[in-house]
């Protein structure tokens, strides 16, 4: 008995590790979005803001890069989807012996690297351009169609996939049966076989969509004119990065708990309906009075969407109404304060080393030892400037944690003095 | 009945890579008949009918529906309508929008499809179903579909593949007349696979017996099950007990067997081999469980059968006497229950008797697996 609570206990610690594991970054990064410091972090938690969101919808790289990476999402579902269909009806249908050799080659786009895709998209294209005498600017090379291009060489295969365990459970005789009957092939697969695969290609969209949203290492190469969301994050990220990017990520979480909330309560409410008609009698379903059950009707996906888009909503009132300027300016005073007692500490600290090294000039070693009372740890830094001269080392002990944006943040930033926390973001 | 349309197979040949799925069939199918193939799973039947509904081109040889040459005419342009095995009913549309199909394929309106659904379904005896789907429907209910969706293409030639195999006992029964009703309602032909003599027998005006590719015998139910072509035939159409032997003397229509346990029997020569069998050929006589009867013991003669009781069983209808047998089987022998009183005979040996017209010799051959 003993034995088997110890052995549930493990579990649940197991089940919250690798839940925390997984989660954990996504919960602090959503955080980081709402706390007013201008690098994103947790702790310490200065002040609730929703300064980053606006931040985020007035950046025009970040907006332009989603709307890039909405384009060429949207023609990497059209195309992927259509050469992923083609590719898993030819396999259905390939004569036995070829269709290992097949389904090797046209898996084989995931098994190659995305960089490697990216650069044979790039110079194969760029070669069709020039053969065709089109300047660098031609829809050919300018980046949407290429990334396109790329991205489809292996997202197809990733749809076809998907398609063909569907396709698999499709029965030919279906279309014979439309066949026989006196349909056209172009009839028998609009009206048979696309009806039946319409779940699995909202999957492949949907799978494609997200793939071709997320991808960097092929975009990369290819993107040109159309920088895409991943690539322009990569890009800011080089240059330091502010909460707006988490404000981004957090919308894109919460975009993707509503889609599969929403996903989730409509299979939900689908098989609910299906169970009802299953018992409902002929006379029922004859006169339509059949009592389908409701949407909320124990249905917890359905509610906890509901959940969802009213705390979205309320957060998104909240944020139109909250100002966070009193938060702020108090932060601010306090850090003032703060950073008016260090500097006077450090001042005391000078004046105390000036008056030891003045009471020492007489002998001839001086002591190398680091100087005990100083705060900030870099102490030693600044040793050499005990032997040479004293008043060099103000600057440095001013400039010096400005570069270095984790340890200390703003205390020994000049301008949080006067000017707020910009100072601290252009630093980083 | 002779309005409808004929299909007629000359020197059919199927051949997948080596293996020959049908070899050298020649069927003529009178316009209006219901006409089934019959034969073991494997023997070529179905391969048949999807020639016939234009899935597979022959390899050789013509297929003539109405008298017209169908070489290169797809599925979808011939005047025939198949009803699947699994009977393929379209799983995401509604009853209705399933038996109206092919009238959507032309462009008809949803009003005008639903007035012809209703109207089949009546004739189904499934009103007012229309709006399920498939999967809501019992096995029969999903049969008389399939039946529907078929016939509201207005075909010629309906073809049937082994449509009743996946229906209980009880239902398949009924199924069989009501298919032979609906055919005889709409009198089109009926091409009907199967490998089930039962349903070959009760529904067919003319069958066809198939062994491994080969037409073994046509003929209609009285023909196949008195007068077989072949051993096969024999055996494989009802219940049938084999005398092996060789031919002792040919008179006429009638031949002497010198059979290797039950002595010297005499038998008619079934029609198709008459005049083509001579002495010393090895051959087979069959006789029904239901042609024997009784003898008084110890009777001998070129009529009567004796042998050793093994088993009897109490059936009903009939009183089942199995016997040692030729070749291992046993002899079974069908006594009808009529209120005589019936003694137990196991371990026994007992005497029967047979007339000769009932006895059928056929060249030796296979004999159909049990």
Redesign the interface.
Known sequence: MKRFTFMRLSLWIYLGVFFAYLLGPLVIMSATAFNSPAFPRMTPWECLTFEWFGALFRDERILNGIWNSILVGAGTVVLSVAMGLAGALMLTQIWPKLRATYYTIIIAPILIPGVVLGISTLVFWDRINRMLGLGADSWLSNGLFLTIIGQSTFIASYCMLVLVARLQRY?M??T?????????HA?AFR??LL??MRPAIASAAVLAFLASFENYNTTTFTFGEYPTLTIELAQKVRYGITPAISALAFIIVVLTVIAALANEASLRRKELVAAA??KAT?AE??SGRLQLPGFFRSNWAAAALVAVACVTVAVAGTAALYSPAQCIADVQEQKRLEAEQRIQELLRQRELRRQEQLDQQGEAVPAPAAPSGSSSGFGGAFAPGNLSGSSEAEPEAEQEPQGNSSGFGNVFDPNALSGGSEGGGAGD | MSAGVGVDLENLWIRFGDFVAVRDANVTINGGDFFSFLGPSGCGKTTILRAVSGFLEPSGGRVLIGGNDMKGIGPNKRPTALIFQNLALFPLMKVWENITFSMEIKGASARERRKRADELLDMIALPGQGGKLPSELSGGQRQRVAIARALCAEPDVLLLDEPLSALDLKLRQHMRTELREIQQRVGITFIYITHDQGEALTMSDNIAVMRAGVIDQIGDGKAIYNDPATAFAASFVGENNVFRGKVKRVMGNEALIQTNRSGDLVARISSANQGRMKEGDAAMMFIRPEAFALAPKGATGTHFVTAKVNHEEFEGNAFNIFMEGDGGKELKVSIPNLGQSFEDHTGQNITLEYETKNAVIVPAGELAAE
């Open positions: 029965d005789a279906l014979e049966a439309a066949l026989d009957l006196g349909a056209t009839q009206k048979v009806p039946f008609r299953q002929v379903l004859e």
